[in-house]
């Protein structure tokens, strides 16, 4: 399976500004699909925002306008921008792919895989 490691999150003022980190590694074949879920205490995960490898696009209605995902596949890496935070965007982040990986007995398999998460703190 993919390995995914976020990174990026902390503390900021509503109204600030954070930018998200996540880096693939493994024996990877392709990342299909990128994307960020968050979730935030006593709540599901929800998708925040998704990319395809040919850099489609999509978001939740809640952060549209204000978050970017972008995509650096060179570096199988993803990335969310987001702009103008709200108290309610506090959550733990978790970066997902859908990807190809090479197995043990040199087969490509599919999965998806999760991240550990990043903590992103909001204060009003």
């Known amino acids: 399976q993919v390995q995914l490691v976020e990174s990026g999150g902390g503390l900021v003022q509503a109204g600030g500004s954070l930018r998200l980190s996540c880096a693939a590694s493994?024996?990877?074949?392709?990342?299909?699909?990128m994307g960020w879920y968050r979730q935030a205490p006593g709540k599901q995960r929800e998708l925040v925002a998704s990319i395809t490898s040919g850099g489609s696009t999509n978001y939740a209605d809640s952060v549209k306008g204000r978050f970017t995902i972008s995509r650096d596949n060179a570096k199988n890496t993803v990335y969310l921008q987001m702009n103008s935070l709200k108290p309610e965007d506090t959550a733990v982040y978790y970066c997902?792919?859908?990807?190809?990986?090479?197995?043990?007995?040199?087969?490509?398999?599919?999965?998806?895989?999760w991240g550990q998460g990043t903590q992103v703190t909001v204060s009003s």
């Open positions: 997902n792919a859908d990807s190809l990986s090479w197995s043990l007995a040199g087969e490509p398999v599919a999965s998806i895989d």
């Open positions: 493994g024996s990877i074949f392709s990342i299909n699909a």
